[in-house]
């Protein structure tokens, strides 16, 4: 409260106690004299001219206990309560002192006046009266009880923040009323939460006079040391106005995450409701003596492998038993090492599980197949029953009949257990016919006889030696080789 404001209401305060007082006075100095004068006035209606007067001097003496009241109350909370305690009393508690002893006034003063009027009894047949106000009023009297059980508790005052329930609400608190608490909140709005709502909600108190503790977050990168970071964090925060001197930081590692070390900053503020400037300071702190320090704050990133798939000829542990068994494969005999090596590398391996096919007859087919690990069966179908026409282990090939003459698959390929099977492309072939033209003949004659085995299942004639040729010639065709 301003000067100037104190001493207008103390000139008003004087003058309306000197006017009172003076009015007082009259009344009793011509309190026979008014008595006749209103009896000489009222005609009919003069026995009710004491109790006019009575009643006047019940005004002017109730004015004066009001006066009284606002003067202690301004003797006692603004000037005992403020010096001795420290701080300022709650409005609500001056309000009730100030009802309180007013009422008590006002009844001695009644009672002294009117003695023959039964208080008591006015106030006991007006019970119904009673019930209608306590309903009308029931919110306000719950906020007024539970401000009541509020300031007997004395859970905050005036200055701490606090936050209030699951809205949560913060603020510094401004004042408390009969109605409401009142808090600033850190946007400078004026939050208004009533009593009663406060006294069934949890609320977060940050007392004024309290080491609260705030906390700070930040990340570094894997390979900034900790013992550095934490010792570098803590002088910065230690040094930041607000953080105070009593309680040394807290900086200590809270995860190790998925791309940084991530770190929290415990600090505690000697003036709490500037947590956020101080928070924000903090951080800035932070910044800086990391630049200082050659530290580096982390951000989400992600370490990449590509990973190559290996050719099959480099394949960790069997790449060189790849090369070996193409070698083995009778067909492939006369190919160089070179040769094979690049056969090798244009394979392509597939595992097949006991029972699964590996070739469907009628299909089309650009490729043949070396057995790597495994075996297979050669299976047509006859009559819609299945036959087993051959049995192809480790190092047979298959699969080149359609390769080499471009007809659909003769036969079906099932695979008897978990089977490894290296497939050749049409290209790989075209390259070792290129170097290799012997191969195809011994090839067509490979081929020659898988189709007289299966022509003889078929019951079908014999293929013969012309047929043969027409195989070499064909696959000569379909190859472009000369
Ligand atoms: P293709 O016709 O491309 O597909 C089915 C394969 O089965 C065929 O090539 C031959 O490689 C193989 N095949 C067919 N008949 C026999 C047989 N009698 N003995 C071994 N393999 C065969």
Do not use: C, W, Y
């Given at each position: 409260m301003n000067r100037p404001r104190t001493k207008n209401k103390l000139a008003f305060f004087f003058v309306a106690t000197a006017v009172v007082v003076l009015a007082i006075y009259l009344l009793a100095r011509f309190d026979y004299a008014l008595r006749e004068l209103l009896r000489a006035q009222m005609g009919g209606l003069a026995p009710q001219a004491d109790t006019i007067v009575g009643v006047l001097r019940l005004i002017f003496l109730a004015i004066l206990a009001y006066l009284v009241v606002r003067a202690l109350n301004a003797l006692i909370f603004g000037l005992v309560f403020r010096f001795r305690r420290g701080f300022e009393a709650p409005t609500l508690v001056r309000n009730v002192f100030s009802i309180v002893a007013f009422t008590a006034l006002v009844f001695l003063i009644f009672t002294s006046i009117f003695p023959k009027v039964n208080l008591g009894a006015l106030f006991t047949t007006s019970a119904i009266f009673g019930v209608i106000l306590g309903l009308a009023l029931q919110d306000t009297l719950g906020n007024f009880f539970a401000g009541i059980s509020l300031q007997a508790d004395r859970p905050f005052q005036v200055g701490d923040v606090i936050t209030v329930g699951a809205q949560r609400h913060t603020g510094v608190v401004e004042e408390i009323t009969w109605r409401a608490i009142k808090i600033r909140s850190f946007s400078n709005h004026v939050v208004l939460i009533s009593n009663s709502t406060a006294a069934k909600e949890p609320i977060e108190v940050g007392p004024r006079n309290n080491l609260n503790a705030r906390h700070v977050f930040f990340n570094t990168i894997f390979t900034d040391s900790p013992a550095k970071t934490i010792h570098v964090v803590r002088e910065a925060v230690r040094e930041a106005d607000n953080v105070s001197q009593k309680i040394s930081p807290v900086v200590r590692i809270r995860n190790l995450g998925e791309s940084s070390v991530e770190y929290e900053v415990k600090y505690w503020l000697d003036d709490y409701a500037k947590h956020n400037d101080t928070d924000a300071l903090v951080r800035q702190r932070i910044w800086y003596a990391f630049r200082r320090a050659n530290l580096n704050f982390a951000y989400p990133t992600r370490?990449?492998?590509?990973?190559?798939?290996?050719?099959?000829?480099?394949?960790?542990?069997?790449g060189g038993a790849i090369v070996e068994r193409l070698a083995a494969v009778d067909i492939f005999a006369p190919l160089s090492t070179e040769e094979t090596t690049m056969l090798a590398q244009a394979a392509t391996s597939h595992v097949f599980a006991p029972g699964e096919t590996v070739i469907h007859a009628g299909d089309p087919g650009s490729s043949m197949f070396?057995?790597?690990?495994?075996r297979v069966s050669v299976q047509v179908s006859e009559n819609g029953?299945?036959?087993?026409?051959?049995?192809l282990s480790e190092g047979a090939f298959f699969g080149?009949?359609?390769?080499?003459?471009?007809?659909?698959?003769?036969?079906?390929?099932?695979?008897?257990?978990?089977?490894?099977?290296?497939?050749?492309?049409?290209?790989?072939?075209?390259?070792?016919?290129?170097?290799?033209?012997?191969?195809?003949?011994?090839?067509?004659?490979?081929?020659?006889?898988?189709?007289?085995?299966?022509?003889?299942?078929?019951?079908?004639?014999?293929?013969?030696?012309?047929?043969?040729?027409?195989?070499?010639?064909?696959?000569?065709?379909?190859?472009?080789?000369?």
């Open positions: 370490t990449l492998l590509v990973q190559r798939k290996p050719r099959i000829d480099e394949r960790e542990g069997d070396v057995v790597h690990n495994g029953r299945t036959r087993t026409v051959a049995t080149e009949m359609a390769l080499f003459t471009g007809e659909p698959r003769t036969a079906n390929i099932v695979a008897l257990e978990e089977t490894e099977v290296l497939e050749i492309g049409h290209d790989a072939m075209k390259r070792v016919f290129d170097t290799n033209p012997d191969l195809v003949e011994s090839l067509s004659h490979t081929i020659g006889e898988r189709r007289q085995a299966l022509a003889a299942s078929e019951d079908l004639s014999a293929t013969d030696g012309d047929e043969s040729a027409g195989i070499l010639s064909s696959i000569k065709r379909f190859f472009g080789l000369k």
